[in-house]
């Protein structure tokens, strides 16, 4: 019932932060000293142009009714709006915001999702070899690569393994997208490459994939690993040298006994800089994804963001945040269950 109640109270903080955000990115960039109008328009549109471009943005009422026209609350006037699950269409495309999204979303979550794996298989046995000897050579060189490797720019990182690895090693693909240009794209069944692939009898195209997605993946992994290895490290030494690990050991315990307890109680706090990280990439794969052409979320956000196209850019915004807080959420609820005093204390 505790943990019933917790999960609710976290629901109802997520609805007010997503609530606040949506405010928040609605009048700030309605702030900014631009005029969307024109950039759609042109220089030599007329007047008349002008005015009748302005209006059918609803450009030209204020903004609490902008507002209520996005949410929604005069749908049968204006049409729908987001709280009829409409994000709007793309002032540049006319296409539904949705839709576009959900046209690029996968390539992204494909990119990050596997970055995210990587880094924390190669990150979490780094962290906890390194924390059985502190301070000898194998925990100083893993603690100097989690400083060095968490203080890089990804993008600069991701020129660099394309330099060895396609330009003099030849060991990877050219930079061009998440297909080579002559391969043929497997029909769009979910809207993951990988995936699609392999549910349409392509494992070919599926591991072209993944070829192309190797230097990404690195790239991402490589930044995201530096911060992993340090919080492991510091938690595991921290709780080998804990009171209760000491009485477990002076009670002679087998080391399977001790190094379960020891992980339990390492692994609790290092969920949060996990769920960290992961809502960090979302906004990390931006360059990541200009730098490859990939073509996911992050580039189309850039590309929004240069066309003043706001319903798009309120439409990622709002997709980002959605799943950052949702991955929050997830994080907080195996933590929950991790160490239960979280859920006592509340």
């Not at 060095?148 to 020129?159: M, N, S, T, Y």
């Not at 060991?171 to 993951?192: E, I, R, S, W």
């Not at 769920?275 to 360059?287: H, Q, R, T």
Request: aromatic letters at 12%; proline letters at 7%.
């Amino acid at each position: 019932m505790q943990l019933f109640v917790y999960i609710l109270r976290r629901l109802l903080t997520v609805a007010v932060q997503v609530a606040s955000i949506l405010l928040a990115i609605f009048f700030l960039i309605r702030m900014l000293p631009a005029d969307p109008v024109a950039r759609l328009v042109g220089s030599f549109a007329t007047p008349e142009i002008y005015a009748h471009t302005k209006a059918a943005l609803h450009l030209d009422k204020p903004l609490l009714t902008q507002l209520a026209i996005y949410l929604g609350l005069f749908p049968r006037a204006v049409g729908p709006g987001l709280l009829q699950g409409d994000l709007g269409r793309s002032w540049v495309t006319s296409s539904p915001v949705s839709q576009e999204i959900w046209q690029f979303l996968p390539i992204t979550l494909e990119l990050i999702t596997l970055s995210f794996v990587v880094a924390c298989v190669l990150a979490i046995p780094m962290g906890i070899l390194a924390a059985l000897k502190p301070n000898g050579l194998l925990d100083r060189g893993v603690f100097s690569f989690s400083l060095f490797a968490g203080a890089q720019p990804d993008f600069w990182w991701g020129l660099i393994f394309i330099y060895f690895f396609y330009f003099v090693w030849r060991l990877a693909p050219a930079p061009l997208g998440h297909l080579a240009p002559l391969t043929v794209a497997p029909p769009v069944v979910t809207g993951f490459p990988l995936l699609d692939a392999l549910l349409t009898g392509r494992p070919d195209v599926s591991l072209e994939a993944l070829h192309h997605l190797m230097l990404p993946v690195v790239t991402m992994a490589f930044i995201v690993s530096g911060p992993i290895v340090k919080m492991v490290r510091q938690n595991v030494i921290r709780a080998l040298q804990s009171n209760y690990i000491l009485y477990a050991r002076a009670c002679g315990l087998s080391q399977f006994h001790i190094a379960a307890y020891t992980f339990r109680n390492a692994f609790a706090p290092t969920l949060t800089i996990i769920a960290v990280l992961y809502g960090y990439m979302w906004g990390g794969a931006v360059l990541v994804e200009q730098v490859f052409s990939l073509g996911g979320l992050g580039q189309y956000a850039l590309r929004s963001i240069l066309a003043f196209d706001y319903p798009a850019i309120q439409g990622v915004v709002l997709t980002i945040t959605i799943g950052s807080l949702l991955i929050y959420l997830a994080m907080d609820i195996l933590h929950s269950v991790a160490d239960p005093r979280i859920v006592n204390s509340r």
